[in-house]
DNA sequence: GCAAAAGTGTTCTCTATACACCCATGG
DNA sequence: CCATGGGTGTATAGAGAACACTTTTGC
C-alpha cells in the first residue's frame, strides 16, 4: 500500500504540474492472433470494466510521443506503426450508460486514503482525447499493467468486454479507419511474425474486412502486388500440400506505401 | 477604440472563464471558382501575415460544435459539410522561421492598452488545434473578417501567402484528405452552385488532384454514378455546341456516400 | 488411393484508357 | 463552312470474380 502511496504522490506531481491539462491520448493497438483480430485492453484495480491504455501529454513533450510512450509501456514494443486516426471531443463523452467518469475516478480514488483532492479535481475535468491506433505483432508484445489497472490483456474485437466512457466508440472508429486503409496500403507487415502463409495473410484481411475471401484470387491479387518474398515451404504435419513460407521486401513494401490507388484518368 | 476595448474585455471573460485551456480548433474552408480551389483565410490586424479562421473550445460545447460556429461565423453559411481531419500536437506547432506565437500575440496586444495580462498568457499558452475542413460554395458564403483581423479572403492554393504558425502545414493536411476522400466519395455537391456543367465538375476534379483528366471518360465515370440529373442547355454565346447543365440528386447522392470502394473479392 | 489444402489456369465480365467520330453553335 | 467544344462510340488492355484443374502431403 506504501508503494501505492508514492506512486500516486509521484502521479499527481507529473499530472498537475507537467501535463497538459485536459488532452489525453488513447491507444487503440491491434494484433492478430488465433484468426482473430484483438485489441489491447486494461481493466482498473477494483473496477469490472475495461478501457483503453491511455496517457497524458507531458508540457515538453509532441503529441505523438505521448502515444509512442504508452503503447511502448504497454506492450515493451520500440519499433512501432502508429497512426492519429481521430479525436474525441464530445462534452458528454466521459459518460456512458449514465456512469460518469468523475465518479468513478471519485471512487476509485477514495480506496487510496493519502491522494490530494488536486489530483482528484485534476482527473474529473473534461478532456479532449485523441486517438491512435497501432498494429503489432501480438507474439512479440508482453501486455503490462499500468499502476492503476490491475491486467492488461488482449480482447477480441468481436467480443469486447464492458468499456468506460466512449471507449468502444473509439474503437469502432479506429476499426473504420483501419478498415479504408487496407483499400490502398498493404498492412500485413505490421500484425504477423516475420514469416507466414498465405493463408495466414488472408486470414488477417478476412477478420479486418469481415467478409470471406475467394482464396485463389487473395493470392494472385496480393503476389501482383511485388512485395512478398517467397520462402521455404512450411511442412505442418497435415495430410496436405505444405504451403509456401512468405516474408515482405521491405524495400519494395516501402515503395508501395507512398502510393495508394487514386482516381486518375 | 472603445469598441475594442469592450470586445477585449468580452473576450478575456469568454476564453478564461468558458474555454477549455490548450484547445483551439482551426477551420480549412474550400471554395472554387475561375477554376482554382481556394482556401478562406483571415488576414490579422497590424499584421502581414495570415491565419486559417479558427476559434476555441466552449466547456459546455462539443467540439465539432464550436467548429460549426466558426464556419457559420466566417461565412455566414448554415447547412455546411464539415468534417474533421486532423488533430495537430506539436510542442513546436505554434513557431515557424523563428517567429514565436507567442511573441506575436503580445506585440499585437499591447496595440490596446486596457488588456488584461491574463488575456495575454491565456493565448500564449500551448495549445493543441483541431482541424476541420470544409466544402463550399463560393458563390453563397459572405466571408467576415472577425474582429482580431481585418481581412477575410479567397486564396487560392497554388499561391499561398505568408502564414501563421503552422497553418500552412494544416491546409496541406486538409488537401490530402481531400483527394483521399475523392476516391471513393462524390463531393461536387458542395462546392459547385445548384446547376453545373460537366466542364465545371470536371475542372473541380482537376483543381484537386493536380492532375489533367481525360474529357470523354471523365463523362462516363460520373454519368455511371447515377447521382447526376441532367437539366435543360447553357446557352453561353460562344461559337460551340451548348453543354447541358446537371445537378446533383441529392437521394442517390446520399445513398453513394454511405458505401465508398472496398477491397472484396 | 483418398481427403484436404495449395498452387495454377481459364473464362467471363467490367473498367479504365486512349482516341475517333459526329453534333451543335455562332461567327 | 469552319473552328471550337460537347456528346457518344469503339477498341484494347487490365482487373476482378467465379470456378475448374492439378499438385502435394500424410494417412
Redesign the interface.
Known amino acids: 500500500m506504501n508503494q501505492h502511496i508514492e506512486e500516486f504522490t509521484t502521479l499527481h506531481k507529473q499530472l498537475i504540474n507537467q501535463c497538459?491539462?485536459?488532452?489525453s491520448i488513447d491507444c487503440v493497438i491491434f494484433g492478430f492472433d488465433n484468426h482473430q483480430l484483438k485489441v489491447l485492453l486494461l481493466q482498473w484495480k477494483h473496477e469490472k470494466v475495461w478501457s483503453l491504455p491511455g496517457g497524458f501529454?507531458d508540457?515538453?513533450?509532441?503529441?505523438?510521443k505521448a502515444a509512442y510512450r504508452v503503447l511502448q509501456e504497454r506492450t515493451g514494443l520500440k519499433s512501432i506503426f502508429l497512426n492519429?486516426f481521430?479525436?474525441f471531443?464530445?462534452?458528454e463523452r466521459s459518460q456512458v450508460n449514465g456512469v460518469t467518469q468523475a465518479r468513478r475516478i471519485e471512487k476509485f480514488l477514495k480506496e487510496f486514503k493519502n491522494v490530494n483532492q488536486d489530483l482528484t479535481n485534476w482527473l474529473k475535468q473534461?478532456f479532449?482525447t485523441?486517438g491512435y491506433f497501432a498494429l503489432v505483432d501480438i507474439n512479440k508484445a508482453k501486455p503490462r499493467p499500468d499502476f492503476l489497472s490491475e491486467k492488461c490483456e488482449w480482447k477480441s474485437i468481436r467480443n469486447l468486454p464492458k468499456l468506460m466512457m466512449d471507449h468502444r466508440k473509439i474503437i469502432q472508429k479506429a476499426l473504420d479507419h483501419l478498415?479504408?486503409q487496407?483499400?490502398?496500403l498493404p498492412i500485413g507487415i505490421n500484425l504477423l511474425p516475420q514469416k507466414f502463409t498465405m493463408q495466414d495473410l488472408q486470414q488477417l484481411?478476412e477478420a479486418i474486412?469481415r467478409?470471406p475471401?475467394?482464396r485463389s484470387?487473395?493470392q494472385r491479387?496480393i503476389l501482383k502486388l511485388g512485395i512478398l518474398i517467397r520462402l521455404e515451404k512450411q511442412m505442418t504435419g497435415a495430410a496436405n500440400k505444405a504451403p509456401y513460407l512468405y516474408k515482405f521486401d521491405k524495400a519494395k513494401y516501402r515503395i508501395l506505401i507512398e502510393k495508394?490507388?487514386?482516381?486518375?484518368?
Not at 20 to 23: C, E, S
Open positions: 497538459l491539462p485536459g488532452n501529454i508540457k515538453n513533450d509532441d503529441m505523438d492519429q481521430y479525436t471531443g464530445g462534452k473534461r479532449i485523441t478498415r479504408i487496407l483499400n490502398y484481411y474486412l467478409v475471401l475467394e484470387n487473395f491479387k495508394g490507388i487514386g482516381f486518375v484518368s
